[in-house]
């Protein structure tokens, strides 16, 4: 499919992230991530969502790559890393600086926290199959 044929790359110093065609090695698009200092970004398995954290700005933006209207909660100072559970109902957002891990709704609109976790410099974060549990990694 299209979507295995793309990479999304995030540019912290342009505040963007790029599309860039993996057959044909070219840049395809540089889209607004929506706030300053983009750092993580996951997409849903139909690549139709891109779901990006910026650093500086603290918040997800979840941009609808088809129309490239974008919705944006706040996560806390140094949003870092995100992952998108296997029903795509939840986004699990790290905040090192704040020491949050976020729980976000990305079935509404706007999308929306709804559970914010206490965590030790929390930076990256993965999911064991099936969504039973979150790995989360600190610097520390």
């Known amino acids: 499919s299209d979507v295995y044929k793309r990479q999304y790359v995030t540019l912290f110093g342009s505040n963007t992230f790029a599309i860039v065609n ?25 690549g139709t969502e891109a779901f990006i954290v910026n650093f500086v700005s603290g918040n ?11 919705s944006i909660v706040a996560i806390g100072a140094g949003a ?17 600086n704040a020491n ?9 609109n706007p999308i929306a926290v709804i559970e914010t976790i206490s965590g030790e410099d929390p930076s990256g974060i ?15």
């Open 22 to 46: 993996t057959v044909t090695n070219t840049l395809q698009n540089t889209i607004s991530a929506g706030g300053v200092g983009p750092q993580g970004i996951a997409l849903n398995a139909a």
């Open 60 to 70: 997800l933006v979840n941009v609808d790559l088809g129309t490239l209207t974008a």
């Open 80 to 96: 870092t890393d995100v992952i998108i559970n296997a029903s795509e109902t939840r986004a699990y957002v790290t905040a090192v």
């Open 100 to 108: 949050t891990i976020s729980v976000v709704d990305i079935t509404v």
């Open 126 to 140: 993965n999911a064991a199959p099936g969504d039973v549990q979150a790995y989360v990694t600190n610097p520390n």
